[in-house]
């Protein structure tokens, strides 16, 4: 471990795989820990290490998928705190292999900070145990919405479970939209329709391709046709590209759409949403970015932690991203625009409340960090009272 004059974290998530939503967690939580201590050093450990060197060329980068324990203990060893999140990284085969890295950690005398995560489904026994095994000797466990402290509890997870909000929440919007907007061919002087569409994946298995493909291609030629729109389908993954071009194929008004192909990091896409004039979307950090965008926004809610946001957040929340629910949610979007400007002003609150919350995350990591940077503390293996934080 390094000296006192400074403390060396680690942070392991789903980071290094090209999701917007993580790569934007793992921004916010690196600019606030620096903005408190600035004299903090990173080890990032990273499903994709060229990745996030390119993007974070001043913190270290460890690969850890598929390397052994002897590999990933010299890393570990150095470090202070290893932090655990953020991002929803505890769900059934997953939740193992992140919580095996952890519990090496704390095995080694590293203590865990859980950090704003997201968890479920949560039902393999497995997973469940290792939940039960680490996080019950982490320093903090915060989650970033009730359901997932609920998830956790079930789990069988008895000890306290602090709910903050997502991370990303603390980035904000900068003024390059326009230009990225224009690079990609999008049009001038139109109102534009973000849409965000997420291929079904481990968090959506239910999902009915064909019926929400459809789904969305209706909803989409309604706003062509009832805002005189632009569509712009923004993609937060790779694959979710594919869909998209699904979603636009089926539409009757294909050619009011564009579907963007560029990569672009999290403050890029940022930027592009502050530029629409509505959104309607499955992933949830598109949402998140719509809120802090201060963007009307319509969520469509595939899991758990998108239904949960949008209740937060005051956003209509209808349950289920299925065909037969198609009238209701044209109903909802045509009520969105008109009540936009009203919703706005209660939605800007809330994202601000939420935004307080997701600092708080950080504010006690911090708070945590002094104490393990005090002179001759080794690590303090236990949790931050509520009374310590900043």
């Known amino acids: ?86 991002g929803g990284i505890l769900y059934d085969t997953e939740a193992r292999r992140y919580l095996r890295l952890a519990g090496t950690a704390q095995s080694l005398g590293v203590p865990v900070f859980t950090y704003a995560v997201g968890a479920g489904p949560l039902t393999d026994e497995t997973d469940c145990a290792y939940v039960r095994t680490v996080l019950s000797d982490a320093v ?34 900068g003024d390059r939209g326009r230009a990225l907007l224009r690079a990609e061919a999008v049009p001038r002087r139109r109102r534009l329709v973000g849409m965000s569409v997420r291929e079904p994946g481990h968090a959506a298995e239910h999902l009915d391709e064909e019926g929400y493909h459809q789904l969305l291609a209706s909803m989409g030629d309604f706003l062509v046709q009832r805002l005189d729109a632009h569509i712009v389908f923004i993609s937060m993954e790779r694959g979710d590209i594919r869909h998209a071009h699904a979603v636009a194929s089926r539409m009757a008004a294909a050619d009011h759409c564009t579907v963007l192909h560029r990569d672009h990091g999290p403050q890029e896409v940022l930027d592009i949403v502050a530029q629409l004039d509505l959104a309607v979307g499955m992933r949830l950090h598109f949402l998140v970015f719509a809120a ?6 319509l969520p469509l809610p595939y899991a758990g932690k998108v239904f949960d946001f949008a209740q937060r957040i005051g956003a209509p929340a209808l349950r289920g991203v299925v065909r037969e629910t198609s009238g209701l949610l044209l109903a909802e979007v045509d009520r969105l625009w008109d009540e936009r400007h009203a919703r706005a002003a209660d939605a800007a609150g809330r994202t601000a409340a939420m935004r307080l919350r997701a600092a708080g995350t950080g504010e006690r990591l911090l708070a945590y960090l002094d104490g393990a940077a005090a002179p001759g503390v080794r690590h303090a293996g236990t949790p931050v009272p509520a009374s310590t934080a900043r």
């Open 1 to 86: 471990m390094d000296g006192a004059d400074g403390v060396t974290v680690g942070v392991l998530g789903s980071y290094g795989g090209r999701n917007v939503g993580d790569e934007a967690i793992l921004t916010a939580l690196l600019d606030q820990v620096r903005a408190g201590r600035p004299d903090t050093r990173f080890v990032v450990f990273s499903r994709n290490p060229a990745h996030t060197r390119s993007v974070h060329p001043d913190v270290e980068v460890v690969g850890w998928e598929g390397v052994c324990r002897e590999v990933v203990s010299g890393p570990l060893r150095r470090l202070n705190v290893l932090v655990l999140g953020g």
């Open 140 to 173: 903090e466990v915060t989650v970033r919405d009730e359901e997932s402290k609920l998830v956790l509890e079930e789990a069988g997870l008895v000890r306290p479970v602090r709910v903050t909000a997502d991370p990303a929440l603390l980035l904000e919007p």
């Open 292 to 297: 802090l965008a201060g963007i009307p926004l």
